[in-house]
T-cell receptor
Framework: GAGVSQTPSNKVTEKGKYVELRCDPISGHTALYWYRQSLGQGPEFLIYFQGTGAADDSGLPNDRFFAVRPEGSVSTLKIQRTERGDSAVYLC?????????????FGEGSRLTVL | QQQVKQSPQSLIVQKGGISIINCAYENTAFDYFPWYQQFPGKGPALLIAIRPDVSEKKEGRFTISFNKSAKQFSLHIMDSQPGDSATYFCAANYFGNEKLTFGTGTRLTIIP
């Protein structure tokens, strides 16, 4: 595809359940980012991958959140023991280079609702 | 700590008017200031960006004004059109750091 693809677009789950959100970046983009956007707020950084490795995971709120990118392309954000406060839109972005030198290309997001 | 403060939270402008959105930052290490535009149900998309070595950058109807001493920057949309109705986010970053710090957003509505 031409852009960043995220699945599912919507996910409703119950408190305490496990959730996986998938991101397929633009082909050739080595940098991949996860952001979280709560209602009425700006995107909040979660984690950054350069290739297969998590170069910066300082934005992950706690150890219930984990992300992987095993082959340097598709990434999965994993949330264990979901809480109602985890409800938000999870945005994935990719970039051909450093964020300071150009554009982040965002997907449309995965809207997570925890009941 | 909120490092980028954005105002106003919402803005209504008549078609053809000038829309102005303001941001202020705290971290003097920031050296890259992009603006992102987001339509409902879509991800943010880069609109225009500036670095602190210039005081103004213009791309079509969109202009960023930058005041380094005041640690403020603003987005001006000239001849605002209904298609400009969206949420706008300012952001900031410094070289070597891969996080973009976003403002809280401004919901812009252009009325006929």
């Amino acid at each position: 595809g031409a852009g960043v693809s995220q699945t599912p677009s919507n996910k409703v789950t119950e408190k305490g359940k496990y959730v996986e959100l998938r991101c397929d970046p633009i082909s050739g983009h080595t940098a991949l980012y996860w952001y979280r956007q709560s209602l009425g707020q700006g995107p909040e950084f979660l984690i950054y991958f350069q290739g297969t490795g998590a170069a910066d995971d300082s934005g992950l709120p706690n150890d219930r959140f984990f992300a992987v990118r095993p082959e340097g392309s598709v990434s999965t954000l994993k949330i264990q023991r979901t809480e109602r406060g985890d409800s938000a839109v999870y945005l994935c972005a990719s970039s051909p280079g450093a964020v300071n030198t150009g554009e982040l290309f965002f997907g449309e997001g995965s809207r997570l609702t925890v009941l | 700590q909120q490092q980028v403060k954005q105002s106003p939270q919402s803005l209504i402008v008549q078609k053809g008017g000038i829309s102005i959105i303001n941001c202020a930052y705290e971290n003097t290490a920031f050296d890259y200031f992009p603006w992102y535009q987001q339509f409902p149900g879509k991800g943010p998309a880069l609109l225009i960006a500036i670095r602190p070595d210039v005081s103004e950058k213009k791309e079509g109807r969109f202009t960023i004004s930058f005041n380094k001493s005041a640690k403020q920057f603003s987005l001006h949309i000239m001849d605002s059109q209904p298609g400009d109705s969206a949420t706008y986010f300012c952001a900031a970053n410094y070289f070597g750091n891969e996080k973009l710090t976003f403002g809280t957003g401004t919901r812009l509505t252009i009325i006929p």
